[in-house]
């Protein structure tokens, strides 16, 4: 403990689980990407921009919800919280997005119902609604201290 602070790291099984399937889901991506650069010369590949980015953003991620961080933010102060909450909606989900150029999406792009949703989704007006209403509901007097007492729950149960 330092000057107070709780420093243990908060090994969240679901949360290393996600980020270690979102990392094999792109890099499999990528491989299929270049498996197609080889059969199409004129697909675009895959810049070590995009892939640092991507991985950039799941290493800020994972240090976000993993590390002391976490703990404190979870259980200390409110104001690591609030920081922890805008690097991951201004700086993490930008890095990660910025990491999937269009050779990754295509793929997913051709199948018709997805192509509807994600123009859908990513109409400036339509993003702007979901991410305010998500953030606005999450942070609801009922819903939020709900989260915290199944996390108290949580850790309760690992620790």
Same mark, same amino acid.
């Given at each position: ?12 099984p679901g949360a290393v689980m996600f ?15 270049r498996r197609r650069l080889r059969n ?5 590949? /895959?810049? @070590?921009?995009? +892939?640092? &980015? ?8 994972? %240090? !976000? ?25 201004? /700086?993490? @989900?930008?890095? +990660?997005? &910025? ?8 793929? %997913? !792009? ?37 989260s915290l007492v199944d996390s108290s ?7």
């Open positions: 403990m330092l000057n107070g602070l709780a420093l243990t790291w908060s090994w969240s980020l270690l399937l979102l990392c094999l889901l792109y890099l499999w991506a990528l491989w299929q990407a199409d010369p004129e697909e675009q590949p /895959v810049s @070590a921009y995009h +892939i640092a &980015a991507f991985f950039g953003g799941i290493v800020i991620v994972a %240090l !976000l919800v993993l590390s002391p961080i976490n703990t404190i933010a979870r259980t200390q102060l409110f104001s690591v919280h609030l920081a922890q909450v805008v690097i991951l909606t201004s /700086v993490c @989900a930008p890095l +990660i997005l &910025a990491g999937c150029p269009a050779a990754l999406l295509h793929p %997913l !792009l051709e199948i018709p119902i997805v192509r509807r949703i994600i123009r859908l989704l990513t109409f400036p007006l339509v993003a702007w609604l979901i991410f305010n209403a998500t953030f606005l509901l999450w942070h609801t007097p009922k819903l939020y201290n709900a729950v949580y850790e309760a149960v690992v620790h």
